[in-house]
């Protein structure tokens, strides 16, 4: 009996003589070889291929035709003598096909010029002289299957003729030959055309043409002439040009780098057509190049998700792609297109819990076989699906299970709503992408992870989650950087303070190190101090600003702090070298309001922070953030303060976390941002407050029962009035016998709970006494408060303490 790996195997090797069937009717030598080297791609999941043939004077190995990622990042050479020593060499003298892994590698000659030895090597002689060489990265190297493909395609290998220097007589209508050492270009008289010069017009410099080019344009194409390029293989790429009229015209150039020798000059030569004949020709196997080409230098999964989703959703008129990422037995979605929940099944957005949602593989049976198979599956339309695949396409559905090193990296889905036929070559193209795209996703993990140790170092210096407001709903973001691995100063705080107020607090300690960090821990701490303490908002920015200068650092920090009273709707701020809150009103209508600032923390010892006013109404949203969000090299604060606010108004204010998503989209990530958002909704229920001075007097304490008794007369509370005045007793007579000055007694009455508070100017909190005996004449009145309490506490005031304790009425 053949096993399934076996007959696997067999179907990949039968799809390669397919392939190469195909090949038969392409007449241009090199266009054939270079079609075969992106079969070894695609059947092989080599990373790169090349075609090495002698040179014309015999005595070197010169590189012909090649595919795939940079062969810089292999150490692979234009040429190689035969005098020498080198895989390519060796198997060309012997006609023995060579395997190498990392260990023999990394005792080749070449060794030291290698960025990393963490690859492959397989050296094939050809019939007609010259090797093929492929590379993988698989850590298992090229097994047996691979090697019989291998074999196969390099059977198919027809070397073509070595390329000789063209003279303008020669020179093909649509095509050109660049001098990569001068920069003179010989061009065919129908690319002159299509740049609208005459052959008496153009002067033979490259510049010229490039000077016609779209500024946007500019770098891709220089990036495929200077001769400094990575783009190894075949560069092809779309360009616009600017015609007399000022009408632009889409190109595409396609050109290989001719290595140079024997006197020559490496030579860029190739064809320029007009794209908009050619762009319904591109072929699956040049679109697998292409990704390969972008997934070699993404940097991020975000990064190999927007690489994935541009080489296949609108080629193939995909409705929907998802790139998930394999972490247990949940899928955790790092790329969705179109990213709207609306657009996913019901399941997707039950777990929506942060800006992608994950799904648990269990509840998707179909998906969890795939990715236990490790081969890709094709559902056409109507095939009974679980719903959680079904809604995703439901005219057909391809799973793509991302294979790395022996494991699943994760998976792609791509959903069609209409009907949707699957042809061999999107099969193939389906196949060879999600190997490319599994390999990507590991490299990428990997400096993501890095990225997420910084951030989480950062985060732990940051609130855990906010506290539930009175009349409010708050929610913050927080984005480390990505240019490096450092920990960055931004934080932001929201602190509950009584009588329903709350401080919200955003800043930015400047510079990008551990200094930073602790440095924004430092003055986090101190400002939530200072604010508990009850000082206003001027107040407690002047006590951190002297706090930071006596730490004698040469760091400074800016900061917005604003107080916002929940019961009467208004809010006190103050800007210490920072950007103002930006508010949204409930109409729509968005405001950035003109004050007066002081400087950073940290600059000047006696400096003023003025308070600014604002008056808010319920369906407000206020938004700090820091100028990571709204200033980079190419947008001023201005302008960026603009777009906060243009964003904010087309917003939904009823869901303030997918506000502060679409706040943070596209953001710049060259520098930290930290934001923070809060809901201002209006208090249901307004508390009733009343405050008394208590006299020092022999009967204060009788004033004060009877103020409270009255108060509560007042409110129409008669129940649990015995407990209410005992509790007023015991916590005025503690202030007036332990303290001196003022004593205040405050009563605050919400939702049948009754709050008593005694302010002193004392900061000694209450002790209870451990251990108390018969003939002890004090020490009960704690005892008495704590049983009439359904809560009670301290908390430290400006100059003093308040002591605390909430009755339940009855």
């Known amino acids: 009996m053949v096993s399934e790996g076996a007959a696997e195997r067999g179907k990949r090797t039968l799809r390669a003589e397919l392939a190469l069937r195909t090949l038969t009717t392409e007449r241009d030598p090199r266009e054939r070889l270079r079609r075969v080297l992106e079969q070894v791609l695609v059947f092989t999941g080599t990373a790169f291929a090349a075609v090495y043939s002698p040179s014309e004077s015999g005595d070197e190995l010169h590189l012909a035709e090649y595919a795939g990622v940079p062969r810089t990042l292999y150490g692979l050479r234009d040429s190689y003598p035969l005098s020498g020593g080198s895989p390519a060499v060796d198997a060309h003298r012997s006609g023995r096909p060579l395997w190498l892994g990392p260990e023999e ?21 050809l019939r007609d002289d010259g090797c093929l060489v492929a590379v993988t990265e698989n850590p298992d190297g090229f097994g047996s299957d691979d090697r019989e493909c291998l074999g196969l395609l390099a059977e198919a290998v027809v070397c073509p003729p070595p390329s000789t220097a063209e003279g303008p007589e020669e020179m093909p209508a649509s095509s050109f030959s660049l001098a990569m050492d001068t920069g003179y270009v010989g ?9 609208g010069l005459s052959p008496d017009e153009f002067d033979g410099k490259v510049e010229t043409l490039l000077s016609m080019t779209v500024p946007e344009d500019l770098p891709s194409l220089m990036s495929a002439v200077e001769p400094d390029s990575m783009s190894i293989g075949d560069r092809e790429l779309e360009f616009r040009i600017l015609g007399p009229s000022g009408g632009q015209k889409w190109l595409r150039l396609r050109a290989r780098l001719l290595p140079g020798g024997e006197g020559r000059p490496a030579r860029l030569v190739g064809t320029v057509s007009d ?20 997934l070699a230098t993404a940097g991020t999964v975000r990064d190999v998700g927007g690489a994935v989703v541009t080489a296949l ?8 792609i998802a790139l998930a990422e394999l972490e247990g037995d949940r899928l955790v979605v790092t790329v969705l297109d179109p990213p709207e929940p609306e657009s996913w099944p019901e399941l997707w957005r039950t777990e ?14 179909t998906l969890a076989a795939a990715l236990s198979e490790g081969r890709p599956a094709i559902w056409p339309a109507g095939a009974p699906l679980e719903p959680a695949l079904a809604e995703v396409g439901p005219g057909g559905l391809a799973i793509l299970p991302l294979p790395a090193g022996g494991h699943m990296a994760g998976a792609c889905l791509i959903g069609w709503d209409a009907p949707h036929d699957f042809g061999p070559e999107e099969r193939a193209l389906l196949t060879a992408a999600a190997g490319l795209a599994g390999q990507a996703l590991v490299r990428a993990h990997a400096v993501d992870a890095e990225h997420e140790l910084i951030g989480m170092l950062q985060r732990t210096l ?29 934080w932001y705080d929201v602190i509950p303070l009584p009588d329903n107020h709350v401080a919200l607090v955003i800043g930015d300690v400047q510079g990008h190190n551990a200094s930073a960090a602790t440095l924004m821990g430092q003055m986090r701490t101190a400002l939530r101090a200072y604010a508990i303490e009850g000082h206003p908002p001027d107040v407690v920015v002047s006590h951190a600003n002297r706090l930071l200068m006596d730490l004698e650092t040469d760091l400074f920090a800016t900061c917005c702090y604003v107080e916002v009273d929940m019961e009467e709707g208004s809010a006190w701020y103050v800007r210490a070298g920072h950007l103002p809150p930006v508010l949204r009103h409930p109409d729509g209508r968005t405001e950035i309001p003109e004050s007066e600032g002081g ?18 109404q319920p369906g407000t949203i206020m938004a700090l953030t820091t100028d990571g969000l709204v200033e980079s090299v190419e947008v001023d604060i201005e302008d960026g303060l603009n777009r906060l606010a243009a964003k904010l108004a087309a917003s939904d204010p009823a869901h303030l976390g997918l506000v502060a998503d679409a706040l943070l989209a596209g953001a710049n990530r060259s520098d930290d941002v930290a934001l923070l958002l809060m809901r201002y909704d209006g208090m249901a229920v307004r508390p009733l407050r009343e405050t008394w001075t208590v006299w020092r007097v022999p009967e204060a304490v009788r004033h004060a029962r009877r103020y409270t008794r009255r108060v509560m007369r007042a409110w129409g509370v008669s129940d649990d009035l015995d407990a209410v005045l005992l509790v007023v007793s015991e916590l005025v007579t503690n202030a007036l016998v332990h303290t001196n000055g003022q004593v205040r007694l405050d009563l605050t009455l919400i939702n049948h709970r009754l709050r008593i508070s005694v302010a002193d100017n004392s900061p000694r909190t209450p002790i209870k006494p451990t251990n108390l005996g018969w003939e002890a004449t004090g020490g009960r009145g704690i005892f008495l408060v704590e049983a009439m309490s359904a809560a009670w506490g301290t908390v430290p005031v400006s100059g003093g303490k308040q002591v605390w304790s909430d009755v339940l009425l009855e």
């Open 187 to 195: 061009v065919g008289d129908e690319v002159l055309e299509l740049f």
């Open 275 to 294: 794209a908009s004949k050619l762009r319904s020709g591109v072929n699956d196997v040049a679109r697998v190049q292409r990704l390969d080409t972008a």
């Open 599 to 616: 400087p950073p923390l940290g600059v000047v010892t006696q400096a003023d922070f003025p308070m600014s006013l604002l008056r808010i």
């Open 352 to 365: 929506w819990r942060s800006e992608w949602p994950d799904a648990p593989v269990r509840a998707m049976p």
């Open 313 to 320: 959703r609108k080629p193939l008129h995909a409705d929907r």
């Open 105 to 125: 590698l990394g005792r080749c000659a070449d060794a030291r010029r290698l960025p990393s030895q963490d690859f492959s090597l397989a050296v094939l002689p």
């Open 462 to 490: 940051l609130p855990r989650r906010l506290p539930r407001l009175p009349g409010a709903v708050a929610v913050a973001r927080y984005l480390p950087t990505t240019a490096g691995l450092e920990v960055g100063g931004d």
